[in-house]
């Protein structure tokens, strides 16, 4: 034994008591009792952890702000590593009212990990929490929000249920988010509260952000799946926003829409089908596997196999993700075998699979196995049978006896091959073979006497139970075809009878009872000596399976009537067993669902319902439109006398392919979705805007159009009356209609709105010179836009007053290529002028130049396709544009704060052409006007996330306050704001659809060195707004 060292030999002589403790001697006085710091322990932990944790104690209790972030780093580092930090909460929830933002951050990071446990600390701090959701950053009031729904403490109840009611009107969508998050906790701790939380989950429904909306589809499966009502008004909007919504977000959305469109719509095998899409390539195998589940219960039997593919390509993951797939594609290759023919061999066996995949997989070609494929799929099962895995071994054996089955031109060649497998020298696979002989043999037993035979003389060497079993049975059920043999394998099962499995020895007595009646001369004492075998066997069954056939067979002066019956009882001719798949059965559980995987209702499992035998009512669907400008509807062609108050009724083949056409947006926009803001209020100032705006007659202009120059259209602001627009029309056709000038006047009419229709004469739309502002004056005079009505949008966006557009070098993007175009060039610029009738919309100038010999006719835009939340509003139709001429019009379009392309066509009489505008994402700004102090408090607001930081090094071309200034006015559409230091400038604007703001600082440093800072709540516009000034100036 080895000698413990001096002073643990000294603890192990000491009396046992509490540690730390004085001990009472025997004379009454106190001593303090020596411990170990390594064996004393503190609340189940050893002294060296409590020790460490006093040191984490006394930095929170710091007051330096560094020695508590380090403190709060270590901790959350100790809960990652799954160490217990529950002691140390009263220590940290001290500091949840620290100004400092990132131990804030931690502190509601600990907080969420241990409310559940320490509900009664953490209640003492609720006031905080309370606080924590009026924080202006919104990382704080998202946390705040998540403590207070993790206090599972029924008291707090109405304090939880006004907190989710505020936090789903915030305005950041991540709050918005853990709102829905925070529903079904609160639902789980009452439900009694399901009536308000519906009315919160219906009104985060309605938001637009992506963000959103897989949080609070979730909650409304947890709450409220029944209540289908909520999803009518949102389907369209859902379907659009799937493709840009989070990975899990997708998932939840897709299985709901599965479920709600066997409730809304009829099967599309029974009736006109509705056109879908190809599968998305998504990166996401969940998400790739929800789209699948969706075609195969819901896709026409013709649009199926788009998904094949996308499952195929699963199998190159992990194990795990093949072991689920594979469940599925066994489960669709039962019913849909043709869709995965194309694909036979990526589910070929690899030696490196693990035997659960090769057994998915041999179900799958088994269930592909035709008689087209089966020689290739027999050859590679031959391989198969050779392998070291037993399980896959027999497994395989038994798929070989399924397509035997299947397929009846191959049966024999199966059965002679299960027949030389006897022979093997590996005993499982021999007793499998002969378990599938059984089957096989069933089906035509006269043809194959001499199998049997084969097999009789197998029970001296097969030991496995089931195959000794089973060569019994078959030699009892046709002891006919063997009269000579059965008996003496009667003997020999005799003699062992004792020693032998109970499946055995009542396959046993079976054969005895059948050899009795069909040859009792040589079985009648064989029959009699197993039956009194069986008589007293220990197991039960054999007992009475024995007194039973006794009483039967044997003919005594107390048998009844059914002895006569016996022989049909024992000798009846029995159907041939059919060999299904596993898989047959589990479709009726939703494919990707727990209970399909595990083939039994799991809890918490919603049947997939029924196809409905009527129809319901489609116009449940339709959502009401308001605040269309010019009358036009939101995703139609602009209608000219249509009513901007009418309701906007969508077919139902675009509501059900709106996702496929928003699945070709470029891929660095993808990730707005976690930025994107609701535009709700925006919208209802819009709808008191068009209220008040009063209307206006339609003034024709006189002017008249050069040769060759681009036409002039009316002034003033066109009307959406069809019956003014035909009158004027008719009035300007009745009038010197053989006069060449007057035709180009009533052309420049017929064009719409150009720039010299709404401010006067243009200035040329398309110059390359650029035009540069001084750091702090206004713009010139003659770039200033004239006052029109559209000219209070500057209101909507908020109190801050918005500035004349900031012009340098305008841009031009082409549009259509004249060669692609065939003939018909077409080309943008966004102008940065106030579009009118609507102040959320970018005004984008098109410049159409006819460079054929033969005259356009009908110019217009046709079936535009925006993304959810996107709006177009067409430039009126342009009837002729003759040959040479030029025609100069104005669109608008709602980008909703996001760089996607806005897709449409432009169609001539005879043409139509499939084209897009992708805006920069410094043209989705409004310059706006505010002071220095203005500037730095709406600064302070946007720090943590909301706040970008790149380092510049300016060129020696870019270092003057002229350059600099011009250089990020070209850039983005910012305004200049007034600043005390010579090394700064500001720039402020915002957003044109959800007004939020963009603060733009660019601090010039030592040298060439600078500093870029952008600050706003749209994160992503954010960063792909410094990337574009980075390199506007680097040019």
Known sequence: ??????????????????????????????????????????????????????????????????????????????????KNASDLFPAVVKNVACKNIEVKKLVYVYLVRYAEEQQDLALLSISTFQRGLKDPNQLIRASALRVLSSIRVPIIVPIMMLAIKEAASDMSPYVRKTAAHAIPKLYSLDSDQKDQLIEVIEKLLADKTTLVAGSVV??????????????????????????????????????????????????????????????????????????????????????VGVIAKALVRLLRSHRS?????????????????????????????????????????????????????????????????????????????QAIGRCATN????????????????????????????VVIKKLLQMQPAQHSEIIKHMAKLTDNIQVPM????????????????????????????????????????????????????????????????????????????????????????????????????????????????LESSFKDRD??????????LNAKAVGYQELPDWPDEAPDPSVRNVEVRGAPWGAHMHGRAKVGASSREPESVSEESGSSSSSSSSSSGSEEEEEEDEEEGSGEQSEDKEEEEEKRPKRKEKEGSQKAAPGS??????????????????????????????????????????GLSWGAVWGPPDPPFTTTPISLSPCSPPAAGLAPRRSPCSTWMTSLGPLQLLSPAFGAVRTYELLHRMAGEGLSVEYCFSRRPFPGDPHMVAVQIQISNNTDAEVKNLRVSEPKPLSGMRIQEFPEIERLAPGDTASVVMGIDFCDSTQAANFQLCTHTRHFYVSIQPPVGELMAPVFMSENEFKKEQGKLT??????????????????????????????????????????????????????????????????AQLTVNSEKMVIGTMLVKDIVQALAQ
Not at 245 to 271: C, D, H, K
Not at 358 to 368: D, F, R, S, Y
Not at 407 to 434: F, H, M, P, W, Y
């Open 218 to 303: 979730m909650a409304f499966e947890e709450v409220c799946p029944e209540r289908i009502d909520l999803i009518h008004k949102n389907y369209r909007k859902l379907c659009n926003l799937l493709i840009d919504v989070e990975e899990w977000g997708q998932v939840v959305i897709i299985n709901m829409l599965t479920r709600y469109a066997r409730t809304q719509f009829l099967s599309p095998n029974q009736n006109v089908s509705v056109g879908t899409s190809g599968c998305p390539r998504s990166v996401s195998s969940q998400v790739v596997m929800a789209v699948a589940q969706l075609y195969f219960h819901l896709a026409p039997k013709a649009e």
């Open 588 to 597: 009726h559980f939703q494919l990707g669902s727990l209970s399909h995987l």
């Open 710 to 751: 681009a036409p002039q259209g009316r002034k003033g602001r066109a009307e959406t009356s069809s019956e003014e627009a035909s009158a004027s029309e008719s009035s300007s056709s009745g009038s010197d209609s053989g006069s060449e000038t007057e035709a180009k006047r009533r052309k420049a009419v017929r064009a």
């Open 321 to 397: 993700v093949q072991y689920v797939v594979l469940q599925n594609v066994a489960t669709m290759s039962i019913k849909r075998r043709g869709m995965f023919e194309p694909y036979l061999k990526s589910f070929y066996i690899r030696s490196t699979d693990p035997t659960q995949i090769k057994i998915l997989k041999l179900e799958v070609l088994t269930n592909l196995a035709n008689e087209t494929n089966i020689s290739t799929i027999l050859r590679e099962f031959q391989t198969y049978i050779r392998s070291m895995d037993k399980d896959f071994v027999a497994a395989t054996i």
């Open 1 to 82: 034994m080895l000698s413990l060292p001096p002073v643990q030999k000294l603890l192990r002589q000491l009396p046992a008591g509490p540690a730390g403790r004085p001990k009472k001697t025997a004379g009454g006085d106190t001593a303090e009792e020596v411990t170990s710091p390594v064996l004393a322990t503190e609340a189940g932990q050893p002294a060296c952890y409590s020790a460490l944790h006093d040191d984490l104690k006394e930095m929170l209790d710091s007051n330096k702000d560094s020695l508590k972030l380090e403190a709060m780093k270590r901790i959350v580092a100790m809960i990652a590593r799954g």
């Open 467 to 578: 195959a000794r079993a089973s060569i019994l049975w078959l030699i009892g059920e046709y002891c006919e075809h063997v009269p000579k043999i059965a008996p003496d394998v009667l003997r020999k099962m005799a003699k062992s009878f004792t020693n032998e499995e109970d499946i055995v020895k009542l396959q046993v007595i079976n054969l005895a009872a059948k050899l009795y009646l069909t040859n009792s001369k040589q079985s009648k004492l064989l029959t009699q000596y197993v039956l009194n075998l069986a008589k007293y066997d220990q197991n039960y069954d054999i007992r009475d399976r024995a007194r039973f056939i006794r009483q039967l067979i044997v003919p005594t002066e107390k048998s009844g009537a059914l002895n006569k019956y016996a022989k049909k009882l024992f000798l009846a001719q029995k159907p041939a067993p059919i």
């Open 944 to 1009: 943590g996330m909301s706040e970008i930081t790149e380092k510049v090094t300016l060129p020696e071309k870019c270092r003057s306050d002229h350059t600099i200034v011009q250089q990020v006015t070209s850039a983005a559409n910012v305004g200049r704001v007034p600043c005390g230091a010579d090394n700064e400038y500001r720039f402020a604007a915002k957003t044109m659809t959800s007004g939020s703001l963009v603060l733009i600082t660019l601090e010039r440093r030592e040298g060439a060195a």
């Open 407 to 434: 397929i009846g031109k191959v049966r024999d060649t199966c059965l002679n091959g299960l027949v030389q497998l006897l022979s093997n020298r590996d005993e499982l696979v021999v007793a499998e073979s002969v």
